[in-house]
């Protein structure tokens, strides 16, 4: 894959990404236009650039822990997702045996 240089603007400073992979920059587009939304949400008198990005930092960081969260298996999940498999394993089993038979019959035959 080719690499390729790139800056994003965030909060208003540059920032040279040397060597990103190509298929990747839309992902770092994204992301720049991201973190500059929540900046501009969290703007307020009483708050400076750097605590607005922190707010923003927190909220990207909160959402990718909820969303790693959601994807996370809970044991009941873990115990059908067994039970599914062992199924399977003997209905797999059980048509490995009636092939084997007709091949066995075929042969006969």
């Known amino acids: 894959m ?13 920032y040279p990404f040397p060597d990103i992979e190509s298929s990747d ?6 992301a720049e236009r991201e973190v500059n939304r929540l900046f501009v ?3 307020h008198p009483k708050l400076l650039p750097k605590d607005r990005l922190a707010l923003a ?14 994807r996370a298996l809970g044991p009941e999940q873990l115990d059908r997702l067994a ?7 003997e209905y797999l089993l059980e ?8 091949v066995l019959t ?3 035959e």
Request: net charge neutral; no cysteine.
């Open 95 to 102: 048509v490995g045996k009636k092939d084997k038979q007709q």
């Open 41 to 43: 949400e969290n703007a």
């Open 2 to 14: 080719a690499k390729l240089s790139i800056t994003l603007k965030i909060a208003g400073a540059s």
């Open 83 to 89: 039970e599914v498999e062992k199924q399977m394993e």
């Open 57 to 70: 930092a927190l909220h990207l960081a909160v959402e990718n822990v909820a969303l790693r969260s959601s």
């Open 25 to 30: 920059e839309e992902m770092y587009r994204h």
């Open 106 to 108: 075929y042969n006969q």
